[in-house]
T-cell receptor, first 111, second 111 residues
Framework: LAKTTQPISMDSYEGQEVNITCSHN???????ITWYQQFPSQGPRFIIQ???TKVTNEVASLFIPADRKSSTLSLPRVSLSDTAVYYC????????????FGTGTKLQVIP | DVKVTQSSRYLVKRTGEKVFLECVQD?????MFWYRQDPGLGLRLIYF???????EKGDIPEGYSVSREKKERFSLILESASTNQTSMYLC??????????FGSGTQLSVL
């Protein structure tokens, strides 16, 4: 199982682009990379998932280099409501799986 | 709309009581998980199940057991609750190569 490393916390002003990088040095060939967002007193919710290169949806972009040993979640023009903990998670694409979260990155958006 | 439902949002129990936390999903997912979350410690995996009657220990299974008699239901059992089991408990489910869906959590207080 790939182990992840993320910054523990980040601060950003409203309106800025935020990039959170996660390293997953021993990611397996069949692992996808998923990112989740968690607000206080709620369960995490899915933001974006990718395998390689770049993926974009209405919320974020995900950049994955060719070696797949890291990934970067990009949040464009953050607002106060983006203050949350963000988790990066390599996820096995096959059968049953033990899904373990790292400690995540606490993003604080400042007005 | 996809749904993972946890039976209680808040629960108060006494030391030594047997506690059942129930989780039901309506997505026909094979995999289900129980996590606990404590301040500063992130999400820690207690148990998971990849099929009916199948279970695997997570990272912190001590003091807990689980039951999965039907595909849609995954129960977490505290045989004899202790104060150090006061925590937020989160249930999640996923199919193959899909995102995790979380319930809204149960805040358990053991007095």
């Amino acid at each position: 199982l790939a182990k992840t490393t993320q910054p523990i916390s980040m601060d950003s002003y409203e309106g800025q682009e935020v990039n959170i990088t996660c390293s997953h040095n021993n990611i397996a060939t069949n692992d996808y990379i998923t990112w989740y967002q968690q607000f206080p007193s709620q369960g995490p919710r899915f933001i974006i998932q990718g395998y390689k290169t770049k993926v974009t949806n209405e919320v974020a972009s995900l950049f994955i280099p060719a070696d797949r040993k890291s990934s970067t979640l990009s949040l464009p023009r953050v607002s106060l409501s983006d203050t949350a903990v963000y988790y990066c998670l390599p996820k096995y694409s096959g059968g049953y799986q033990k899904v373990t979260f790292g400690t995540g990155t606490k993003l604080q958006v400042i007005p | 709309d996809v749904k993972v439902t946890q039976s209680s949002r808040y629960l108060v129990k006494r030391t030594g009581e047997k506690v059942f936390l129930e989780c039901v999903q309506d997505m026909d997912h094979e995999n289900m998980f129980w996590y606990r979350q404590d301040p500063g410690l992130g999400l820690r995996l207690i148990y998971f199940s990849y099929d009916v009657k199948m279970k695997e220990k997570g990272d912190i299974p001590e003091g807990y057991s689980v039951s999965r008699e039907k595909k849609e239901r995954f129960s977490l059992i505290l045989e004899s609750a202790s104060t150090n089991q006061t925590s937020m408990y989160l249930c999640a489910s996923t199919g193959y190569n899909e995102k995790l869906f979380f319930g809204s959590g149960t805040q358990l207080s053991v007095l």
